[in-house]
């Protein structure tokens, strides 16, 4: 089981740059500052209660994991969160892991901080058991899109979502 830093990167002179590793309490602010530009209309308490299901540095259930890179400072440049669904279009076993969110700092994109923060979230999935790994984005989003492809995972399907308000 991985525990503390996942995934040390190094600067061109070999310095310690951004670290990789699962997020503990003291990351709440930080996560939940990049979580809200992601997911703009997220509930704060999302995270206290991801928290509240932890033994407090992190360790949670099977199936459910959040890895940061950590700037070093105080401060992170980035996160993912790993699921766990019984289903995912494309793959052939179940559970499958599941990327449930990924951001990096505009600041810190283009630097391999996203690519290091997938290659962590797949090494933790991997040691836990599964042999897939699934995610999803929206169609108006190509950024993330080709970030995926680049990252090897395959496109699967495409499909268009409709809803009528009834009341």
Not at 17 to 40: C, H, K, T, V
Not at 109 to 118: A, H, I, P
């Amino acid at each position: 089981m991985m525990l503390g830093v996942v995934d040390q990167g190094r600067d061109c002179t070999g310095a310690m740059s951004i670290n990789i590793r699962q997020a503990e309490i003291g990351d709440r602010d930080e996560w939940n500052r990049m979580r809200l530009q992601l997911f703009p209309d997220a509930d704060p308490s999302e995270i206290d209660d991801w928290f509240a299901a932890t033994d407090g540095a992190g360790t949670h259930d099977v199936g459910v994991a959040v890895l940061v890179a950590d700037r070093g400072d105080g401060a992170l440049a980035g996160f993912v969160e790993i699921g766990s669904r019984n289903y995912a279009e494309g793959c052939e076993t179940t559970p499958v892991a599941y990327l449930e969110a990924w951001f990096v700092d505009p600041d810190a994109r283009r630097s391999g901080v996203g690519r290091r923060l997938v290659e962590a979230a797949e090494i933790w999935a991997s040691e836990h058991g599964y042999s897939e790994m699934a995610s999803d984005t929206e169609l108006a989003n190509p950024i993330s899109q080709a970030a995926h492809i680049t990252l090897g995972y395959e496109e699967i399907e495409r499909h268009v979502c409709y809803r009528k308000r009834l009341i």
